[in-house]
């Protein structure tokens, strides 16, 4: 070993402190700035240089670097993220929380000519500023910071296993077929942000139909039936039920229901707002039934939902069959369920929709 | 009304007898405490005994239901009259518990 390396090795060992302090403020930095801007990523990940990786690295090019302090990985921190787009999205939002050196920083996204194709990844080389935190100790120090897809990550990953890790240099015809991966998941990575994009739009479309009234022109699935839940559809029936004794309302999850509507045959949000329509009066009154000689003062947010179908099922002549079904649907299947469609049918048999 | 509890493996069971009813219902809030305490575990509600359940005694059951859900535990209600069942009907709390 050099006496240039045993400086910048001893250099290394007497800031390593101040380092490790560096680090855990750039990490929770970074979180906290990922989970104010309401983004979700894969990882948030920091590490520090060790010093044989170090000394290897003075090791090959040593000349280089006169100090510690040029050095600009010995903290290295990596944001991985889902989607290309965030890639872009935490780093607008890196550029407002470091201070950049951008001679330094590299893309290494744009470094590519047309036919190539390989490591992906958008390298940032920061200092902490005095907003963040006011220790000129730490502003001082650079740290790397990377940002990359799961899928370039999990390219980058396998790369280093196969061409770096074992130390022996691999043959040109292995490293073609490991960049040509990197073609392919630079398609799928555009693909998943594509369909992201359209499945957002296709949501936003869906939220405004269904706050526009337009619920027969949406197709009923699990995504268009939560939209439709968030409007509360249910909510003056249950109020209305709750009345009867003066009953808080315990909010529970609706969605179950979306089967049970498709087992009805219901297509879009409109046949399911037809039934409502048709059956709440009756599902009221069956309510009415049921809880107006009891002292029951609390009842769940899906007891509106449950009577409709329950009525729907009775005034269409399903019977006890067809109860024993909607609990099965809603319970799974179990042999109580069919004490429940006794009990239900007994309540319900002499109601004026059951001679409908 | 008396509430048992026992440990039974990866199950937690409450056995409740008598009328959870208003006046049963403060004991009864004291004896089920141990419950909201486990996680991970299978937390069954033996209803074998249990002749009768108020408002009160059904806001218990939600209790255990919210701290079990957020201890990842299971709730099953178990063995329920007629009676009882109707009130779980009847209110929609029948879609809040599996009932066996």
């Given at each position: 070993?050099?006496l240039?390396t045993?400086?910048?090795?001893a250099?290394?060992d007497a800031?390593?402190?101040?380092?490790?302090r560096l680090q855990?403020v750039v990490?929770?930095t970074?979180?906290?700035?990922?989970?104010r801007?309401?983004l979700v990523?894969t990882?948030?990940?920091t590490r520090l240089k060790?010093?044989?990786?170090?000394?290897g690295?003075l090791?090959?090019?040593?000349?280089k670097y006169?100090?510690?302090?040029?050095?600009t990985?010995i903290l290295?921190?990596r944001v991985?993220t889902?989607y290309t787009d965030?890639?872009?999205r935490i780093?607008?939002?890196?550029e407002?929380?470091?201070?950049i050196?951008?001679e330094n920083?590299v893309?290494?996204r744009?470094l590519?000519?047309?036919?190539?194709?390989?490591?992906?990844s958008?390298h940032?080389?920061?200092?902490?500023?005095?907003?963040v935190?006011?220790?000129p100790?730490?502003?001082?120090i650079?740290?790397?910071?990377?940002l990359?897809?799961?899928?370039?990550?999990a390219?980058a990953s396998i790369n280093?296993?196969?061409g770096?890790?074992?130390g022996v240099e691999?043959?040109?015809?292995?490293l073609r077929?490991i960049?040509?991966?990197?073609?392919?998941?630079e398609?799928?990575d555009?693909?998943?942000?594509?369909?992201?994009?359209?499945i957002?739009?296709?949501r936003?479309?869906v939220?405004?139909?269904?706050q526009?009234g337009q619920?027969?022109?949406?197709?009923?699935?699990?995504?268009?039936?939560?939209?439709?839940?968030?409007?509360r559809?249910?909510?003056?029936?249950n109020?209305?039920i709750?009345a009867?004794n003066?009953?808080?309302?315990?909010e529970?999850p609706l969605t179950?229901?979306?089967?049970?509507f498709k087992a009805?045959?219901?297509?879009?949000?409109?046949?399911?707002?037809?039934?409502k329509k048709r059956?709440?009066e009756?599902a009221y009154?069956?309510?009415?039934h049921?809880?107006g000689?009891?002292?029951l003062?609390i009842?769940s947010?899906?007891?509106?939902?449950?009577n409709?179908c329950i009525?729907?099922?009775?005034a269409?002549?399903?019977?006890k069959?067809?109860?024993i079904r909607l609990?099965?649907?809603?319970?799974?299947?179990?042999?109580?369920?069919s004490?429940?469609?006794?009990l239900?049918?007994?309540?319900?048999?002499?109601?004026?929709f059951m001679?409908k | 009304m008396t509430?048992?509890?026992?440990?039974?493996?990866?199950q937690i069971i409450?056995?409740?007898?008598g009328?959870?009813?208003?006046?049963?219902?403060v004991?009864?809030?004291e004896?089920?405490?141990p419950l909201l305490?486990?996680?991970g575990?299978?937390?069954?509600?033996d209803?074998?005994?249990?002749e009768?359940?108020?408002s009160s005694g059904?806001r218990?059951?939600l209790t255990?239901r919210?701290?079990a859900?957020?201890h990842?535990c299971?709730?099953?209600?178990?063995?329920?009259?007629a009676?009882i069942?109707?009130v779980f009907?009847m209110?929609?709390?029948?879609s809040?518990f599996?009932?066996?």
């Open positions: 070993m050099d240039h045993e400086m910048i090795l250099e290394y800031k390593l402190p101040l380092v490790e855990k990490k929770s970074l979180t906290d700035a990922i989970d801007n309401g990523v990882a948030v990940k060790t010093r044989d990786s170090l000394e690295k090791a090959l090019k040593g000349s006169h100090s510690l302090s040029d050095i990985d290295g921190a991985i889902f965030d890639v872009d780093a607008a939002m890196a407002k929380l470091f201070d050196d951008w920083s893309d290494k744009r590519h000519d047309t036919d190539s194709f390989g490591y992906n958008l940032y080389i920061c200092r902490l500023p005095k907003s935190i006011d220790d100790e730490l502003n001082d650079r740290f790397e910071l990377q990359r897809t799961t899928l370039q990550h390219w280093h296993d196969i770096y890790k074992t691999i043959p040109r015809e292995y077929q960049n040509r991966l990197a073609g392919i998941l398609m799928a555009d693909e998943f942000s594509r369909i992201r994009t359209e957002t739009d296709y936003r479309r939220h405004q139909l269904v526009n619920l027969s022109e949406v197709q009923l699935d699990g995504d268009t039936f939560s939209s439709y839940l968030k409007a559809p249910f909510d003056s029936l109020r209305r709750a009867i003066q009953a808080e309302i315990q529970v179950n229901y979306l089967g049970v009805f045959g219901c297509n879009t949000l409109g046949d399911i707002d037809q039934l059956y709440a009756d009154t069956l309510a009415r049921q809880l000689n009891t002292d003062d009842i947010s899906s007891v509106g939902i449950q409709i009525v729907c099922i009775l269409q002549g399903g019977g069959i067809g109860l609990f099965n649907a809603l319970n799974g299947e179990n042999e109580q369920n004490l429940l469609a006794d239900t049918y007994e309540q319900a048999k002499n109601l004026p001679s | 509430t048992t509890i026992t440990n039974n493996g990866n409450a056995a409740f007898a009328r959870l009813d208003t006046a049963a219902a004991q009864t809030a004896d089920i405490k305490e486990v996680s575990k299978e937390i069954i509600l209803c074998t005994e249990l009768y359940i108020s059904l218990i059951f255990v919210k701290d859900a957020a990842g299971k709730v099953i209600v178990r063995n329920i009259n009676d069942r109707q009907v209110t929609g709390f029948v809040l599996e009932i066996q």
